[in-house]
């Protein structure tokens, strides 16, 4: 399984940004898909996920309503709509696959290589 992370970029604090993950080698119908980031000098964590029914969604409490996070079967891929976007918010995005039920956890099978995003103020 590969994911191809993108749509990362520099925007000023309230912006927005669209992150998208393309998979290829399994379809990820049925599989759970989760976004994380780790900001420098940090450690990875936990940003969204999605379970195979789109309805079941997590979000990390910093989200506070600003990301939204959806899936496309027939396209294979998962998306990231991040708004009203902070500093804090600077770091690489990288999404996740997971054989199993969506999880807050970094217990996925499959990573993509990350897409830097910057904010500025």
């Known amino acids: 399984v590969q994911l191809q992370a993108s749509g990362g970029g520099s925007v000023q604090a309230g912006g927005s940004l669209r992150l998208s993950c393309a998979v290829s080698g399994r379809p990820i119908r049925n599989h759970a898909m989760g976004w994380f980031r780790q900001a420098p000098g940090k450690e990875r964590e936990f940003v969204a996920s999605?379970?195979?029914?789109?309805?079941?969604?997590f979000y990390a409490s910093f989200v506070k309503g600003r990301f939204t996070i959806s899936r496309d079967d027939a396209k294979n891929t998962v998306s990231l709509q991040m708004n009203n976007l902070e500093p804090d918010d600077t770091a690489v995005y990288y999404c996740?696959?997971?054989?199993?039920?969506?999880?807050?956890?970094?217990?996925?099978?499959?990573w993509g290589q990350g897409t830097q995003v910057t904010v500025s103020s």
């Open positions: 999605i379970g195979w029914t789109a309805g079941v969604q």
């Open positions: 996740a696959h997971r054989d199993g039920v969506a999880v807050k956890t970094n217990a996925y099978d499959d």
